[in-house]
């Protein structure tokens, strides 16, 4: 029924920046929470950063003051901006959005953000 996007990745040298976009569509009444989890090669999942249909927000602790995640709700769509980025920010980033009417999140097949000199 939803369907995520996601766009924005690609390679980057250590200290730069990248905007990572994600746009739901489908049939969606409503958000609770849209957000980003990456996983690098080898490693698990790992949450990033959430933003809620009211504007909160919630970051690792290890992308804390270096990403910053917000959205427009009428267009169903999130970002993430990326700074400072790290060679161990390397990932495929995964967007998700969870809707009140499913007990399970939506997910984005990925997008590659690559972090090297």
């Known amino acids: 029924q939803v369907r995520l996007v996601e766009s924005g990745g690609g390679l980057v040298q250590p200290g730069g920046s990248l905007r990572l976009s994600c746009t739901a569509s489908?049939?969606?009444?409503?958000?609770?929470?849209m957000g980003w989890y990456r996983q690098a090669p080898g490693e698990q999942r790992e949450l990033v950063a959430t933003i809620t249909s009211g504007g909160m927000t919630n970051y690792a602790n290890s992308v804390k003051d270096r990403f910053t995640i917000s959205g427009d709700n009428g267009k169903y769509t999130v970002y993430l901006q990326m700074n400072s980025l790290k060679l161990e920010d390397t990932a495929v980033y995964y967007c998700?959005?969870?809707?009140?009417?499913?007990?399970?999140?939506?997910w984005g097949t990925g997008t590659l953000v690559t972090v090297s000199s």
């Open positions: 489908g049939i969606i009444f409503s958000i609770n929470t």
């Open positions: 998700y959005v969870a809707v009140p009417q499913r007990s399970m999140p939506y």
